[in-house]
């Protein structure tokens, strides 16, 4: 069985650890936790570590309560937001917390502030974008973007095998250039040199995006 990591003393949202608990019957760990409301509740660990609760309830009931925009995806959108900056089990958490991207403290502290500086999204299409892809979450780096003004923005990976954005190296060795826009991502060719390959697609920039 492997060793259960101690979460005592640890804050997940607005809970902060204070002792185990028993496990549940299954044998998964519980940890007793004190919300920042006062109450006091046990909580599982997994549920802890991957963001699913990060209050006794009062938190939902909060947001509720107060604009009932919870099903949103504003709201969807921020939670989201929140949980890949501050969760490390989070999926998305190595490209965002993982690389210090934070969510600033007037957002952090409320999700109306959030909408009052975003507003709603303005079509299904939009989803949140920085500006800086090296910058946090805060109204002077974020607006709301489709997908092929974020692809203008992406950044080169610092894993990517080639370090040209939109070209990847085939099995065989030849260059594939593509690019994102209308909707759907278009081939551009295949190439036998990354110079060459870089080239095209920054022709295909120029053609789809209407930069060179």
Known sequence: MSKVRDLSGQRFGRLL????????ESGQAR??????????????????????????????????????MSGTPEYRT??????RC????????AEYGGRGIRVCPRWRSSFLNFLADMGKRPTDRHSIDRIDVNGNYEPSNCRWAVVETQEHN?????????????????????FIAQIYADGKSHRIGT??????????????ENKYWGRG
């Open 31 to 68: 940890w007793v936790c004190q919300c920042d409301c006062g109450n006091v509740k046990t909580i599982r660990g997994t549920h802890l570590t991957t963001g699913k609760i990060i209050s006794c309830g009062c938190y939902n009931k909060a947001v509720c309560t107060k604009h009932g």
């Open 191 to 204: 190439y036998s040199s990354l110079e060459i390959a870089t080239q095209e697609r920054h022709f295909a």
């Open 78 to 83: 921020y939670y989201n937001m929140i949980k």
């Open 17 to 24: 650890v204070l002792n185990r608990a028993e496990n549940t």
């Open 86 to 93: 501050e969760y490390k089990n989070d999926v998305s958490y």
């Open 154 to 174: 992406k950044r080169v990976r610092k894993d990517s095998p080639v370090g040209v954005r939109g070209v990847v190296q085939s099995p065989n060795g030849n």
